[in-house]
């Protein structure tokens, strides 16, 4: 018995993480939708909508298909967010729902969140619809503007501890007063900013917007084809909520704190989304770069003054 | 035998080139080719062989040069790196049949040139090898008779501008060193003053930095790249720009490099390193938004090398370990992806007779496998995991942090990101979207010729994806060769940085993993999907024909200069600049010539003034 629970325990780890993900992320935007109808004086749908949403699209009779290469690029999507989940430690303490993660390095781990867009772009590129592709478009160079308070934020702390492994940055923040949130406050700032692009709310919305370019990179995709882009962006959300935990807030050593982390963070996307009206492209991207700036030379003197860089 | 082939790896790199060059004279059509291929195939493992040898002075090799010269030639770990680029690439290039003029002969003796290059261990023999390089390659591009004169001549002028800096420095240090031997020069540099330092700094950066087409010298590349046979531009960009590079670390680099700990610095990297490095920063950053705006293939790949080659700049300025294996490991990425996707264009300009993406599109049924090898050449040229393109670029993201360069890093994020643009570009102008001039009905798919080298690259670029560690110990020669820490690696699958770890076959195994797992599950699901015509599409409730435009190949990226500081860059060239220069030369010979034109009065005045202030300095001295 002992030689084969060796090997259980991981696999189980592997097939849990991205499920769970999913389950935590379905009711999340659950309450996404209930607190934005709220905010707009709405009831909203009951906790459960996107499930039924999804399982809707999953179950619909005929899928609109353009070849092989728009087959396989939610598959791409899909398993570009299960890779990112399994190299993402759900707990800093223990084995359970680790993954990979004992490899997770922070550059790579950035990187390889692009990998799933790339099939959604190819896909939605043989389609051959020119929205979608101005989608792909506008996304990618929200990027350009994302990427750099990002690194602000992610250099700050990989210079600071030494280290671009995540379990080593989880491993040095063990009490509140040393989480990288409050060490490096005005880095977290900068981190925000960029989170809040990263999931796709307002003001950085312009992407998928539904009036302006057709609902963007997704305009093609119907029936089952949404429906697993669905389940990936539940899960992306989710694994993206988890590296900003575990970079920024010491990670969660229980399931109660994983959800209270997770979910406060959650909770300044809704805020802010249901407040702000959207940026044009090139509007966001000049934004962030001079919120960036700004941040960065505030946050170099700072931490100049107080010595924690050099 | 073996051990007969790999001592005299020297004699023989030095000596089968130029036989080879003058066999091109004589053979003709595919014979050469096949010659050509079996010769580089015969030279790439003469010196692979010659890896296990390299230690201490064997294969060494005096050539007399009159007045008892000695032209001195060995080789070392590094010029066996970039010797292994160079035959594979002669190999590769070889085979594809494609109907241009190409002169062989030429091509083999620049291949001579560079091979003296690589072997060189004296001034006089490196100078030689970097000439013979610059004008065969001339020579071929004028043969090729698809150059224009103007493109011709800027690659002539910068190209002897290149060749009088090196050669003025070399000059310069022999007088100092009363020695031509690479390794005397080096040492003389050492006992200069600070000012004569810096001048040489300048001459023997300057005139690899043309090479490697830095900005503002990379005005030759473009003319050159898109213009030139499709078999040079291929060579041109996976292994010329390298020789560059290769140039770069053996003279101003390790010349330097001991000479840089004495001079000032900031936090933790020399004042001139971190110049150089910005000087990368900025070329990638400006060439990328370059690329983005390109219509045609060739010219979007052209900016994208001299971007990707402003990385490996800036992993060299930066003087550190690290920053060096990145340098090294990135030139290595490029010299495969850059030449792959070269090489997967020309194919398909052979099939469609344009590269233009305005007039492609929706070629993906035809050409499924040159789809495969743009995706896989994409991936790798944004640097994405799991392909190796992404522990280049760890190596020197990694090496900017630990010199502590926030605001480089950041310049170098945003162009390697703003990269995903024009590689969507590329893809997307081609392969997918809606068709245009060329139909899909009337292409086919890319020839074998072309199949067979293409696949040989994608096949290196999954090897080396997955086990990042593989060419590790290589480069950990060359870096010990110059006295710095090397890189620590768990066997070929797990690479270290000193700051973290990247493990390449679990990143490929686990994207692939769920890839499989997802697929199937996905393709289980019993609902059945009706393929569509492709101008059945989801257009605001509107219905498409024939003649709406739908192809976004032409515009894709065009809306990036509505972003300030993009639209500022896109719209400024260093043409200007370089007229500005022109015209202020033109008048200062004007104002010369006035002293010998305008009559003896003018001419007896300035003699008068001459001898004077000849007089007053001479008696200020004494």
């Known amino acids: 018995m002992s030689t084969w629970s060796l090997p259980i325990i991981p696999v189980m780890n592997v097939i849990l993480a991205p499920v769970l993900a999913y389950i935590i992320g379905g009711f999340y935007y659950g309450l996404y939708r209930t607190i934005t109808a709220r905010i707009h004086g709405r009831w909203g749908p009951p906790l459960w909508q996107n499930f039924v949403d999804n399982a809707k699209l999953f179950a619909k009779t005929e899928a609109i298909g353009h070849g092989l290469m728009f087959h396989l690029g939610p598959v791409i999507m899909a398993a570009g967010s299960v890779t990112v989940i399994l190299f993402l430690p759900f707990f800093n303490t223990g084995s359970f729902l680790s993954g990979f993660s004992n490899h997770a390095d922070i550059m790579l781990l950035t990187y390889l969140m692009v990998v799933g867009p790339l099939g959604n772009a190819l896909a939605v590129g043989v389609s051959g619809n020119p929205f979608g592709v101005m989608g792909v478009t506008r996304g990618l160079t929200r990027l350009i503007g994302l990427e750099v308070p990002f690194y602000v934020s992610l250099a700050t702390v990989m210079i600071a501890t030494n280290s671009s492994s995540l379990v080593q940055v989880m491993q040095l923040q063990t009490t509140p007063a040393m989480w990288n949130a409050v060490q490096y406050p005005i880095a977290f700032v900068a981190s925000l900013l960029a989170f809040i692009g990263f999931m796709g709310a307002s003001p950085f919305d312009v992407v998928g917007a539904p009036t302006e370019v057709y609902s963007g990179p997704r305009v093609e995709f119907n029936g089952k084809y949404l429906g697993i882009l669905m389940v990936q962006r539940i899960i992306f959300s989710f694994a993206k909520l988890l590296f900003w935990v575990n970079v920024f807030l010491g990670g969660a050593s229980d399931w109660f704190a994983l959800i209270v982390k997770t979910f406060s963070l959650f909770l300044i996307v809704i805020l802010v989304g249901s407040l702000y009206p959207r940026f044009k492209t090139e509007q966001a991207v000049n934004a962030l770069w001079k919120s960036a700036v700004i941040l960065s030379v505030l946050s170099l003197l700072f931490y100049t003054w107080r010595g924690l860089l050099w | ?622």
């Open chain 2, 1 to 622: 035998l073996v051990e007969l082939f790999s001592d005299n790896v020297v004699v023989y790199a030095l000596g089968i080139p130029p036989v080879i060059a003058v066999l091109m004279l004589m053979l003709k059509g595919y014979a050469k080719q096949i010659v050509s291929m079996l010769a580089g195939i015969l030279l790439l493992g003469l010196t692979i062989l010659s890896y296990a040898q390299v230690a201490g002075t064997s294969g060494t090799l005096g050539i007399p040069w009159g007045n008892g010269y000695l032209l001195q030639f060995a080789h070392s770990n590094l010029s066996l790196f970039f010797g292994v680029l160079l035959w594979a690439w002669t190999a590769l290039v070889s085979v594809p049949k494609h109907k241009e003029r190409f002169h062989w002969f030429w091509f083999w003796v620049a291949l001579s040139g560079i091979s003296i290059l690589l072997l060189a261990k004296d001034g006089v023999s490196f100078f030689m090898g970097w000439e013979i390089m610059t004008w065969a390659v001339f020579l071929v591009l004028m043969h090729s008779q698809t150059v224009q004169a103007k493109n011709l001549l800027l690659y002539f002028v910068m190209g002897a501008a290149s060749g009088f800096a090196l050669l003025g420095s070399f000059v310069l240090l022999y007088q100092q060193a009363c020695s031509f031997s690479l390794q005397d020069m080096g040492s003389a540099i050492q006992g200069l003053s600070l000012g004569q330092q810096m001048l040489h700094f300048v001459l023997l950066w300057g005139a690899f930095l043309i090479k490697i087409a830095a900005m503002p010298l990379h005005l030759w590349l473009e003319g050159v790249y898109v213009q030139g046979p499709h078999r040079l531009t291929v060579f041109l960009s996976a292994v010329l720009s390298k020789i560059g590079v290769y140039g770069a670390i053996v003279l101003p680099f390790a010349w330097f490099y001991p000479v840089m700990q004495h001079w000032a610095y900031f936090i933790q990297t020399p004042v001139a390193g971190n110049a150089l490095a910005w000087l990368g920063g900025i070329t990638s950053f400006v060439a990328t938004f370059k690329a983005i705006q390109q219509k045609n293939a060739k010219a979007l790949l052209a900016w994208s090398s001299v971007a990707q080659l402003g990385y490996v700049l800036t992993a060299l300025g930066l003087h550190s370990a690290v920053g060096l294996a990145g340098a090294l490991y990135h030139s290595l990425n490029h010299a495969l992806i850059s030449g792959l996707l070269f090489l997967a264009v020309a194919a398909i300009v052979q099939r469609t007779g344009t590269d233009r993406f305005t007039e492609l599109g929706a070629l993906i049924s035809k050409m499924p496998f040159a789809f495969m090898a743009v995706l896989i050449g994409i991936i790798g040229l944004a640097g994405m995991p799991p392909l190796p393109g992404f522990a280049g670029k760890w190596l020197i993201y990694t090496a900017l942090l630990q010199q502590k360069s926030i605001p480089l890093l950041l310049v170098v994020i945003a162009s390697s990101t703003a990269a995903f643009l024009y590689c969507y570009r590329l893809i997307y102008g081609i392969f997918l979207g809606q068709p245009t001039k060329v139909k899909p009905s009337q292409v086919q798919e890319i020839s074998w010729s072309y199949r067979i080298p293409i696949a040989i690259l994608m096949l290196a670029l999954m090897i080396t994806g997955t086990l990042p560690g593989l060419i590790v110990p290589v480069i950990n020669d060359v870096l010990a060769q110059l006295a710095l820490p090397t890189l620590v690696h768990t066997g070929a699958t797990v690479l270290h940085s000193g700051m973290g770890q990247i493990a390449g076959m679990q990143v490929m195994f686990t994207f692939g993993l769920a890839f499989v797992v997802i697929l199937l599950l996905f393709s289980l699901h019993t609902v059945k999907t009706r393929h569509v015509h492709h101008l059945d599409i989801a257009y605001a409730a509107e219905v498409p024909t024939d003649t709406t435009p739908l192809h976004y190949g032409g515009g894709l990226g065009a809306e990036l200069h509505r972003i300030p500081l993009i639209g500022w860059l896109q719209k400024r060239s260093v043409w200007p600049w370089y007229l500005w220069v022109v015209n202020h030369v033109k008048a200062l010979g004007a104002i010369c010539a006035s002293f010998y034109q305008s009559g003896p009065r003018m001419a007896f005045v300035a003699t008068v003034t001459i001898v004077v202030m000849i007089v007053v300095w001479a008696g200020g001295a004494i």
